[in-house]
């Protein structure tokens, strides 16, 4: 995962997902929202629209998810790596494990987070795009497993939010929870 697993930006998509539902006439609170911040931006979008007695269809709960995204590259002008990422991405590549970032964003909206991370390379990134269904069902999972050719019970996901790791058991992966 990368938000709120490698970068300190749990906060800033709060931020960005309060004022996207507000300009859909859907306020909420950060209260409502934290919990569900890591599932898939849709269904997000639709769980918060059916606590205010509104249902969503696919285009307008589409729209928001995007909208979400934009203002959050908008407002992620400097993510801060957790502590202990650098070390345990060295420590990864040292020993020639492949390794991906499987993340229900958009590649196009976490480009200033992986900068953060000051990466001698880009890393290889499995974003919600590429799949049907985001977390927490495991298709993305699946896919970055598949695109790093390694089966899925030989991996282990990394995720600090309870939709990371219902999409790691349902991907028959080891879930490791970060508590940052």
């Not at 950060?30 to 696919?58: C, F, N, Y």
């Not at 349902?170 to 929870?177: T, V």
Request: glycine letters at 6%; aromatic letters at 4%; a negative charge.
């Amino acid at each position: 995962d990368l938000d709120g697993t490698l970068v300190d930006t749990v906060e800033t998509r709060i931020e960005a997902w309060l004022q996207a539902l507000e300009e859909a006439d859907l306020p909420t609170t950060g209260d409502r929202l934290a919990p569900l911040i890591g599932v898939d931006g849709k269904r997000l979008a639709r769980e918060v629209a059916a606590l205010a007695g509104v249902t969503l269809d696919d285009e307008r709960a589409e729209a928001i998810d995007e909208r979400s995204g934009e203002i959050y590259e908008q407002l992620n002008h400097s993510p801060r790596p957790l502590p202990g990422v650098r070390e345990l991405v060295e420590a990864i590549d040292a020993r020639g494990l492949p390794w991906a970032i499987a993340t229900s964003s958009r590649k196009e909206q976490v480009t200033t987070s992986v900068a953060a991370l000051a990466l001698d390379f880009e890393p290889k990134i499995v974003d919600a795009s590429h799949v049907a269904h985001a977390k927490p069902e495991p298709d993305l999972l699946l896919l970055a497993a598949k695109e790093l050719a390694v089966e899925p019970t030989r991996c282990w996901y990394i995720g600090d939010s309870t939709w990371d790791m219902v999409a790691a058991v349902a991907a028959a992966m080891i879930p490791i929870g970060v508590t940052a």
